[in-house]
Nanobody
């Protein structure tokens, strides 16, 4: 069983940066891949980025490559999402999720956090 808690969201102006954290409980966290997803009002949850259990492999949504970076520190049971040059269209609730492999589909993940709001003003 893994429990996930996101933090680091907030209000930022366009062009600014935020770093989201996904803190996990459970001794087996380091064996899970972790993904970040986001959901804007009225839209489906969409894939943002994912990282393998060791941090050696990563996946990104094509539209976000170069602006977002995912990383993890297994000693701290934490996965990060660094978001730079934020745009108003990045406004959404951001969720982290844990699963067996890094994947882009929601259904591939077994455990989810409660989400953290990111709002980017123009």
């Amino acid at each position: 069983q893994v429990q996930l808690v996101e933090s680091g969201g907030g209000l930022v102006q366009a062009g600014g940066s935020l770093r989201l954290s996904c803190a996990a409980s459970g001794r087996t966290f380091s064996s899970y891949a972790v993904g970040w997803f986001r959901q804007a009002p009225g839209k489906e949850r969409e894939f943002v980025a994912a990282i393998g259990w060791s941090g050696g492999s990563t996946l990104y949504a094509d539209s976000l490559k170069g602006r977002f970076t995912i990383s993890r520190d297994n000693a701290k049971n934490t996965v990060y999402l660094q978001m730079n040059n934020l745009k108003p269209e990045d406004t959404a609730v951001y969720y982290c999720a844990a699963g067996n492999v890094e994947a882009t589909m929601v259904d591939e993940y077994d455990y989810w956090g409660q989400g953290t709001q990111v709002t980017v003003s123009s």
